[in-house]
């Protein structure tokens, strides 16, 4: 046996995009009728908060990506929201919902627009078709993928009907922002000059108003004045971007930040000592994972399952905890769900790091000395030195990796098939099950979508995984989708066919200064909502 601190000078490093960590087992996925919560006492003291990441959103316009970042939650208003926990469906745009056969039936609150226009169910229904055609080419939809149509019963109420049936609609309903139909008309009627209204001086119903951007480095809030939900406390937001890890957490070290997301590993022990400081990570919502390439008209050694298997059992992911993330996090069962997310199969174990066995199926495949391999990834943070790390282990059987990092666009547009390349060998994935539901990290493998690792029905697996997606979509019973959502972790399981190979769960921790905000509690989406926190 290999020692196993072999690696460690290649795969310490500092702070990952992608990644995140277990919390409680939601029992079931919600799908009752909520009625609207009481409004959020008045707060006791007013002042403004400053808050750091790294990562940057394209614009305002929320059509250009599917991240649920804080800006788009502080200026615009779904349907509904989730709790904190992710197990309460919270009224938002809609104060109650009821399910009538295939449809769901919104009732709407009274709200207006941040330009003083009446928000109505027209609003609605503009939104939530205009992500479902195509031709917007909108980063959402797939949000939007299980509706059939959306008919406006009165100004107050729309009726959304699912094909099929939508077990989660009002939990998917957290997700499309409910945009301005009278913007899109004033603009001229066109994607591209709706987008640029939206970037430059978007209008919503949320809590807060933008004041000022600098694009790709910060953006400034106000209150709205018109808001119906309110706030408690913050009248004035500043979103600072800085994409350069240290220099993140060296702004909060100095005190230039109230709230920081995703503190490196490599620097929690030492934020969490900082004076008045606290940090938190936010639940786990999938695990990080290799895509591998298994499209046959593109061949390749990943065709072979013998293959993907050699690459999975190749890496230490015990020695990448401790040496990348200082600890923090732990291995992934054999499945793509963490505990946190409905369709989480208990019974699995995780994937033994065994370089004896990966030389082996390697022999067995026809690759007895190995290959070249070349690697698609984002390099931010902690994931270059995840990266490098896999890939040192992939050495160590013979695997000879070439790696080419991604800029966060390109990366995108890889999951969204506009990025025309041909796949590589393995490609750096970890989806997001944004409303703790199995659902939410497999839409990207189904159907004829353009991510889709194989090629089409006459691939066995993709049948099967076809047949069990579909099914579970529309399953109303709880314990049938979790079944259903089950025999999909078999299928994407080490023994199984799927070309995905889950690793880890990390730790993610946000900080803040506790003499600052009064009540943050970390939370995986948004990762802060400003209308929830008071200052201290």
């Not at 699912?162 to 066109?190: C, N, Q």
């Not at 936010?282 to 061949?299: C, K, T, V």
């Not at 990448?320 to 069962?333: E, P, Y």
């Not at 931010?380 to 160590?396: L, N, R």
Request: aromatic residues 10%.
């Amino acid at each position: 046996m290999r020692d196993r601190t072999h690696h460690t000078a290649a795969v310490i490093g500092c702070g990952d995009d992608d990644d995140e960590v277990t919390a409680p087992v939601p029992t079931t996925a919600p799908t009752a009728a909520a009625t609207a919560t009481a409004a959020p006492t008045e707060a006791v003291k007013t002042g403004s908060i400053v808050i750091g990441r790294q990562n940057k959103s394209p614009s305002m316009d929320p059509n250009t990506t599917a991240l649920a970042p804080t800006e788009y939650y502080a200026v615009y208003d779904p349907l509904t929201r989730l709790d904190i926990t992710g197990t309460v469906i919270e009224p938002a745009l809609a104060e109650s919902w009821e399910a009538a056969g295939s449809d769901w039936i919104f009732s709407l609150r009274e709200a207006e627009w941040s330009d003083g226009t009446e928000f109505t169910a027209d609003d609605v229904k503009f939104s939530f078709e205009y992500y479902a055609n195509p031709d917007n080419a909108s980063r959402l939809i797939s949000r939007v993928n299980t509706q059939e149509s959306v008919t406006v019963v009165d100004p107050r109420t729309v009726r959304i009907r699912a094909t099929g049936t939508d077990p989660i609609m009002p939990r998917r309903a957290t997700l499309p922002y409910v945009l301005p139909k009278h913007v899109f008309e004033a603009s001229g009627g066109t994607p591209t000059a709706f987008s640029e209204a939206l970037a430059t001086n978007p209008v919503g119903t949320g809590s807060y108003v933008v004041t000022n951007i600098v694009q790709d480095q910060s953006i400034e809030f106000a209150e709205s004045a018109s808001s119906w939900r309110g706030n408690r406390g913050y009248t004035a937001a500043k979103l600072n971007i800085i994409e350069e890890f240290t220099t993140l957490v060296a702004a909060y070290e100095s005190g230039d930040l109230d709230w920081v997301q995703r503190v490196p590993a490599t620097d929690v022990a030492r934020v969490q000592a900082l004076a008045n400081t606290e940090t938190g990570a936010p639940p786990s919502l999938g695990a990080q994972h290799w895509d591998f390439g298994n499209r046959r008209a593109e061949g390749g050694p990943t065709n072979d399952v013998r293959v993907r298997r050699a690459l999975i059992s190749a890496i230490d992911v015990e020695l990448i905890i401790d040496a990348v993330f200082q600890g923090l996090g732990r291995r992934a069962t054999d499945q793509i769900p963490s505990e946190a997310v409905f369709g989480f199969s208990p019974e699995k174990s995780s994937i033994d790091y065994d370089p004896d066995t990966a030389r082996q199926l390697l022999a067995d495949a026809g690759f007895p000395n190995g290959f070249e391999m070349p690697v698609d990834s984002r390099l931010a943070g902690d994931t270059k030195a995840f990266v490098e790390a896999c890939t040192g282990f992939w050495s160590d059987i013979g695997v000879e990796s070439a790696i080419n990092p991604l800029e966060i666009n390109i990366w995108r547009d890889r999951l969204y098939g506009r990025e025309q390349r041909p796949w590589p060998g393995a490609f750096n994935a970890g989806w997001i099950a944004y409303l703790f539901d199995a659902s939410f990290l497999y839409d990207w493998y189904e159907g004829a979508g353009a991510y889709r690792l194989w090629d089409g029905p006459e691939d066995p697996t993709a049948a099967q995984f076809d047949a069990l997606y579909g099914a579970a979509i529309v399953e109303l019973d709880d314990e049938g989708r979790r079944g259903l959502y089950q025999g999909i972790n078999d299928l994407f399981a080490w023994d199984g066919e799927a070309p995905v190979g889950p690793t880890y769960h990390a730790e993610n921790h946000n900080a803040w200064y506790t003499n600052r905000i009064a009540d943050y509690v970390a939370r995986a989406f948004p990762d802060l909502n400003f209308d929830e926190i008071s200052p201290a």
